[in-house]
């Protein structure tokens, strides 16, 4: 199976820009997929196929990359930003997510 | 607008059968596919399978001898089974539309928390 890997945490102050990896163990073409996961929620598609916005997302996420290290991208980061996010690919069978990057806000 | 509902016991007993119960609204089981998808507590989601639009099935290896998918298009459901269920099988588990040509889980249900104990 295709591993997804995300490191764990971060912790950055409103207004300041993060970026959030993954990378695959091997090539996932661009469709590779975020998603943000509030604690006690689903998760919700933020980017689909490494730099589309998904519906109702707003403009500061974005993502790219292509093959096997992608990139999510929060600019600027407001509190309510507070989740894990996971990466999730769908090229190569089985579907895999990343084990989530959780992201605090200080 | 686009829902999904799990539904289900939230306490199965070790070595018993998991039947879950996934019902939409707003979108036809012909025309999109249904995964389910489990997460365990504090780690990362896990697909189990697929109910593809035309009716055929998908599922992960590791699971494929214990679980099994299937639907009623008249209903709006899809439903899983999986048996010989142990603790590690406990987490929250979610049905989540699929949208063709990429697969992209674009909306997920709000999630059945399912205990293995006796």
């Known amino acids: 199976d295709t591993v997804l890997t995300q490191s764990p945490a971060l912790a950055v102050s409103p207004g300041e820009r993060v970026s959030i990896s993954c990378r695959a163990s091997?090539?996932?073409?661009?469709?590779m997929h975020w998603y943000q996961q509030k604690p006690g929620q689903q998760p919700k598609l933020l980017i689909y196929?490494?730099?589309n916005l998904a519906s109702g997302v707003p403009a500061r996420f974005s993502g790219s990359g292509s093959g096997t290290d992608f990139t999510l991208t929060i600019d600027p980061v407001e509190a309510d930003d507070t989740a894990t996010y996971f990466c999730q690919q769908s090229w190569n069978d089985p579907p895999t997510f990343g084990s989530g990057t959780k992201l605090e806000i200080k | 607008q686009v829902q999904l509902k799990e539904s289900g016991p939230g306490l199965v007993q070790p070595s018993e059968t998991l039947s879950l119960t996934c019902t939409v609204s707003g979108f036809s089981l012909t025309s999109y596919s249904v995964s389910w998808v489990r997460q365990p507590s504090g780690k990362g989601p896990e697909w189990m399978g697929r109910m593809w639009y035309d009716g055929d099935t998908a599922y992960n290896s590791a699971l494929k001898s214990r679980l099994s998918i299937s639907r009623d298009t008249s209903k709006n459901q899809v439903f899983l089974k999986m048996n010989s269920l142990q603790t590690d099988d406990t987490g929250t588990y979610y049905c989540?539309?699929?949208?063709?040509?990429?697969?992209?889980?674009?909306?997920w249900g709000q999630g059945a928390s399912v205990t293995v104990s006796s």
């Open positions: 196929k490494a730099s």
């Open positions: 091997e090539g996932v073409n661009s469709y």
């Open positions: 989540t539309r699929d949208r063709s040509g990429d697969d992209v889980m674009d909306a």
